[in-house]
C-alpha cells in the first residue's frame, strides 16, 4: 500500500478517537480498555486513553494512508496489561518482561489492503525504541478458515509469522472459536 505511515499515538488522540470512539452518538466502545482494565466503565475509557496518549511510550501506534488515520495497534509493556497480568490463558513466560501487542482496528475503507502487516511492523519498531528485548502477540490460529470479523482484532498467526514472530507456547484462549497462540519476536 503507498503512503502508509505508521507512527505513536503519543500527542494524538484525536485521531485514536476517530478510529476507537463510537459511531453513534451515546454508544460505547472499547477504547482498547479489555486488556487495559476492563473495570474501567465505558463512559471513562475515553479519559483513560486520553491520558496515555500525553505520555510515553503511548497506547500503542497509529496507521496514516495518504495523511488520513486508518489504523490501530495496541502495544504496550505487558505489566501494562491488568487482563494479561492475571491471565489464566495467556502464559508468561521466562525472560525479559515482552511488550505485548493485543489489538488491531482497520476503519472502513482500509480493510482488505495489508494494512494490519504495516501496524505489526510499526509496533515492532515502537518496541524496539523504547528498549523492548522481546514483543510478544496472541494471534487466533485460523486454520486457514476464514474468521470473523470480531474475532480478528488480536491478529492472526500467519499475519505473525510473517513478520517474523516464532510459535512460543500453545494457550487456552480462544477468539471466534479457534485457539489461540502466544507468538514472540525477538529484537
Known amino acids: 500500500m ?10 494524538r488522540f484525536a485521531d485514536l478517537a476517530t478510529v476507537l470512539a463510537p459511531r453513534r452518538p451515546g ?22 486513553m486520553r491520558a496515555e496518549c500525553e505520555r510515553e511510550p503511548g497506547p500503542g501506534v497509529l496507521a496514516y494512508v495518504d495523511g488520513e ?11 501494562s496489561y491488568r487482563r494479561l497480568t492475571r491471565s489464566r490463558t495467556l502464559p508468561w513466560l521466562e525472560g525479559p518482561e515482552p511488550w505485548s ?4 482496528v482497520v476503519r472502513a475503507g482500509h480493510r ?3 494494512l494490519m502487516h504495516d501496524l505489526l511492523a510499526g509496533a515492532v519498531a515502537h518496541a524496539a525504541a523504547h ?14 478458515a476464514r474468521l470473523d470479523g470480531a474475532a480478528g482484532y488480536v491478529g492472526t498467526l500467519e499475519l505473525f509469522e510473517r513478520a517474523g ?19 514472540r519476536r525477538e529484537l
Open 2 to 11: 503507498t503512503g502508509v505511515v505508521v507512527v505513536p499515538a503519543v500527542g
Open 27 to 48: 454508544g460505547e466502545a472499547c477504547w482498547c480498555m479489555s486488556y487495559r482494565d476492563s473495570r474501567v466503565p465505558g463512559s471513562g475509557r475515553a479519559d483513560v
Open 69 to 79: 488515520v486508518a489504523g490501530w495497534c495496541s502495544v504496550a509493556p505487558r505489566s
Open 101 to 104: 501487542v493485543v489489538c488491531f
Open 112 to 114: 482488505g489492503r495489508g
Open 131 to 144: 528498549g523492548a528485548a522481546v514483543v510478544e502477540g496472541y494471534p487466533v490460529d485460523t486454520g486457514g
Open 165 to 183: 514472530f516464532r510459535r512460543a507456547a500453545p494457550t487456552t484462549a480462544r477468539s471466534g472459536g479457534r485457539p489461540r497462540w502466544l507468538v
